[in-house]
C-alpha cells in the first residue's frame, strides 16, 4: 500500500523560509522520479519541482532559485527547501512521483502573509 505523507508547512511572512518533508512508503522509492507540487485556493495543481532518482533537479520558473529539492533514498524522503518566500507561493503543497502515479497524500498548507 502506497503511502505519502507531508509534513513542515506552517505559517510564515515574506521572504522566510520553510522546508518540507515527503515521507513514501510502500514503494521501490530510489527508482522512480519525485515531484513537489502544490494547489492555491481556486487553482489547479501545479508542478513545483522534480527530482530524478540521481538526485537531478528541475523546477517550475515561479521558484527557480528559491526553492531546492532533494532526496535520500535510504530514508525514502523527498525534500523542498522554501526561501524567500512570497505570498503568491501560498499553497497546499503535496509530493508524488513525475506524472502522480501514487494516491495523493493529506498535503501540508503553506501559507505565506505580507
Known amino acids: 500500500q502506497v503511502q505519502l505523507v507531508e509534513s513542515g508547512g506552517g505559517l510564515v511572512q515574506a521572504g522566510g523560509s520553510l522546508r518540507l518533508s515527503c515521507a513514501a512508503s510502500g514503494i521501490i522509492f530510489s527508482i522512480y522520479t519525485m515531484a513537489w507540487y502544490r494547489q492555491a485556493p481556486g487553482k489547479q495543481r501545479e508542478l513545483v519541482a522534480t527530482?530524478?532518482?540521481?538526485?537531478?533537479?528541475t523546477y517550475a520558473d515561479s521558484v527557480a532559485g528559491r526553492f531546492t529539492i532533494s532526496r535520500d533514498n535510504a530514508k525514502k524522503m523527498v525534500y523542498l527547501q522554501m526561501n524567500n518566500l512570497k505570498p503568491e507561493d501560498t499553497a497546499v503543497y503535496y509530493c508524488n512521483n513525475r506524472v502522480g502515479l501514487f494516491s495523493w497524500g493529506q498535503g501540508t498548507q503553506v501559507t505565506v502573509s505580507s
Open positions: 527530482i530524478t532518482s540521481g538526485g537531478n533537479p
